[in-house]
């Protein structure tokens, strides 16, 4: 089970970027997928999801990248991807991939983020 | 928006230790929490899921409580490989989030 995510780079305020994150080794599809970001010095910060194709391929998103950011998936190629537009220097910071099996029988469940990405770093800067 | 803080926000303890993590949300979650290890570099490691199940392959002494707003992350007894980041986060439903981190040092 392994994510490996790809796309990172130094990059010009409003300027827009794509990571990628590639799944092996599991059955893609069956999960949802989020991206977190750590800026340096800092913690970490959850920056959106979207859902498997079960739940509706539903996204949600931070409220710091509403607007700027989407987050998609092709279930047939196992990948996430995250497009970030009109990037600020803020939005500088590695940036993980993580998986969640997302079930909406169990209630009172939440089963977490248990397999990340290595990170892709993110520069945002003149 | 839900909030999550944790408390301390840094502790220093000794090998053998028992060191017990706070984190509290701004509004009831019931057990929708995580618990993560961060080590500089390495990408987080998921410990606990649905405020107190143990994730596979995490030593025991690892354990989590609580529900509605107020949670805890306990260490039995400190490893050295045990001295980290931790931080919770708040999933299942809506915009998920984390608290801010608790920075755990060797005395």
């Known amino acids: 089970e392994l994510l490996v995510e790809s796309g990172g780079d130094l990059v010009q305020p409003g300027r827009s970027l794509r990571l990628s994150c590639a799944a092996s080794g599991f059955n893609f599809g069956d999960y949802a997928m989020s991206w977190v970001r750590q800026a340096p010095g800092r913690g970490l910060e959850w920056v959106g999801l979207?859902?498997?194709?079960?739940?509706?391929?539903?996204?949600k998103y931070a409220a710091s990248v509403e607007g700027r950011f989407s987050i998609s998936r092709d279930d047939s190629r196992s990948l996430a991807y995250l497009q970030m537009n009109s990037l600020k220097t803020e939005d500088t910071a590695v940036y993980y991939c993580?998986?969640?099996?997302?079930?909406?029988?169990?209630?009172?469940?939440?089963?977490?983020?248990?397999?990340w990405g290595q990170g892709t770093t993110v520069t945002v800067s003149s | 928006d839900i909030q999550m803080t944790q408390a301390p926000s840094s502790v220093s303890a000794s090998v053998g230790d028992r060191v017990t993590i706070s984190c509290r949300a701004s509004q009831p979650i019931y057990t929708w929490l995580a618990w993560y290890q961060v080590k500089p570099g390495r990408a987080p490691k998921l410990l606990i899921y649905s405020a107190s199940s143990l994730q596979s392959g995490v030593p025991s002494r690892f354990s989590g409580s609580g529900s509605e707003t107020d949670f805890t992350l306990t260490i039995s007894s400190l490893q050295p490989e045990d001295f980290a980041t931790y931080y919770c986060q708040r999933g299942k439903y809506s915009s998920y989030s984390f608290g801010q981190g608790t920075r755990l040092e060797i005395k």
């Open positions: 979207i859902r498997s194709k079960a739940y509706g391929g539903t996204t």
């Open positions: 993580a998986r969640e099996y997302y079930s909406g029988d169990c209630h009172s469940c939440y089963y977490g983020l248990d397999v």
